[in-house]
């Protein structure tokens, strides 16, 4: 099982970034996606999650609006489009393959996710 998380980088604000989760070793279709990010000094924050069929996503309050979750056509791989970055989006941004029978309660729950990837910088910094 691989999770690889890529596309950080350091970025202005107001500007936009876009992150990718390119999955290998696992049946996808039973195991939703969740990116998750950690600024230096705090714990594991929830940012988004959904379905690769695009269906249940959720986002955490912080980003939402600003922030979209989806699968790239044809592509094992789920990207978090990042728009109107702010400096406090700054962290290391993970992506995480979630239980397959979730419990919808708990979408935004580190300890529901499996298999995690390496994490990606996010700067947002004039």
């Known amino acids: 099982v691989q999770l690889q998380a890529s596309g950080g980088g350091l970025v202005q604000p107001g500007g936009s970034l876009t992150l990718s989760c390119a999955t290998s070793?696992?049946?996808?279709?039973?195991?939703?996606i969740g990116w998750f990010r950690q600024a230096p000094g705090k714990g594991r924050e929830f940012v988004a999650y959904?379905?690769?069929?695009?269906?249940?996503?959720l986002y955490g309050d912080s980003v939402k609006g600003r922030f979209t979750i989806s699968r790239e056509k044809d592509k094992n791989t789920m990207s978090l489009q990042m728009n109107s970055l702010k400096p406090e989006d700054t962290a290391v941004y993970f992506c995480a393959a979630a239980k397959g029978q979730i419990i919808l309660t708990q979408r935004t729950e580190e300890n529901q996710y499996i298999w995690w990837g390496q994490g990606t910088q996010v700067t947002v910094s004039s």
């Open positions: 959904s379905r690769w069929s695009g269906t249940s996503t």
């Open positions: 070793g696992f049946a996808m279709e039973y195991y939703p």
